[in-house]
């Protein structure tokens, strides 16, 4: 089981960015999904997360610019990014809880918005 992480870039502040995280291999289902960030010298924050019946969290930080979802179908969590500051840069980074295997964690993406 692993996932994949996408969509990272650069964007000038008050932009939008779109991540996705894919997970393959054998899954049998997922219980929750979601984003971490981490900033330089900052620690890692948890941005939002996802459950299996689509209940979502937010750090206070995002809510009300960042929305959560996602495709079970698909096994993929979505992160839309609305109104981006530059406080918002950081390497996020996406984790599932998989039934059966546990938590897994995909590869960074590196989020970098200019002022």
């Known amino acids: 089981v692993q996932l994949q992480a996408s969509g990272g870039g650069l964007v000038q502040a008050g932009g939008s960015l779109r991540l996705s995280c894919a997970a393959s291999?054998?899954?049998?289902?997922?219980?929750?999904m979601g984003w971490y960030r981490q900033a330089p010298g900052k620690q890692r924050e948890l941005v939002a997360l996802?459950?299996?019946?689509?209940?979502?969290n937010y750090a206070d930080s995002v809510k009300g610019r960042f929305t959560i979802s996602r495709d079970n179908a698909k096994n993929t969590v979505y992160l839309q990014m609305n109104s981006l500051k530059p406080e918002d840069t950081a390497d996020y980074s996406c984790?599932?809880?998989?039934?059966?295997?546990?938590?897994?964690w995909g590869q960074g993406t590196q989020v970098t918005v200019s002022s």
């Open positions: 291999g054998t899954i049998f289902s997922i219980n929750y």
């Open positions: 996802i459950t299996s019946g689509g209940e979502t």
């Open positions: 984790y599932a809880n998989f039934v059966r295997v546990g938590i897994k």
